[in-house]
């Protein structure tokens, strides 16, 4: 359908729009364009000939647009991950920085007994970790409901609970955080339709898994491992 050279001078366009686009809002400026895409195609089509037309060959522009959000969404996961990941390291900094130092907390918009300046931001840690935890499970299983047999990236327990400090982490709060979002995964899913769960991807290491294959997985892996540590947790700090 596309020759090499084709597809080079497809690429190279594109990237010289894209160029064009980040340099100036104006060149986007096209009243008689139906919508972005076909907007790309008649820019393509003046730098590259008859071939930019191939653009979307074999897929609609509706098409084009599903693929342009999942590849949206796939990235501002990512993106956001790594903003959370940055948040946290300065919270951590702050904290350690704190020391000692004492701050009045609050319950019902009234002082109550003073905190360590350094817990409550340790607090917002925490809360920002079950957020890219999270994020994490969004991203597998938004690829494997919206791509065609993706690869489902492995995820080290162990080495993310040392790396997160999970041993001193509150294990009550993280118990019922953990019941609730599993819940929310689970009722998702519920509501998803039966050709849904066929839907499969390849893990690192596991090899071909379907939406109900990493959902139990899920649940008797991950999920037994996080019940493990919480206990160990309790059990290290009340030893009786």
Known sequence: MLS?????????????????AAASRDFLDDETAEDVHHFVEKRLVELVGESGYKLHSGRSRNEQIATDLRLYVRHSIDQAREQIADLIAVLLARAEQAGGAAMPSYTHLQRAEPVLLAHWLLAYVEMLLRDMERLAYLARYRRILSEDNPT???VDQDRIAAETDYINQDARAALEEFKRLRWETIQTLARAPVEVWSRAGTHETDGPMTVEQLLIRQIKGNDLNHLVQMKDIVRLKMPW
């Open 152 to 154: 489902l990236p492995n």
């Open 4 to 20: 090499a050279s084709e597809l080079n001078a497809i690429v190279e366009g594109l990237g010289q729009i894209a160029e064009k």
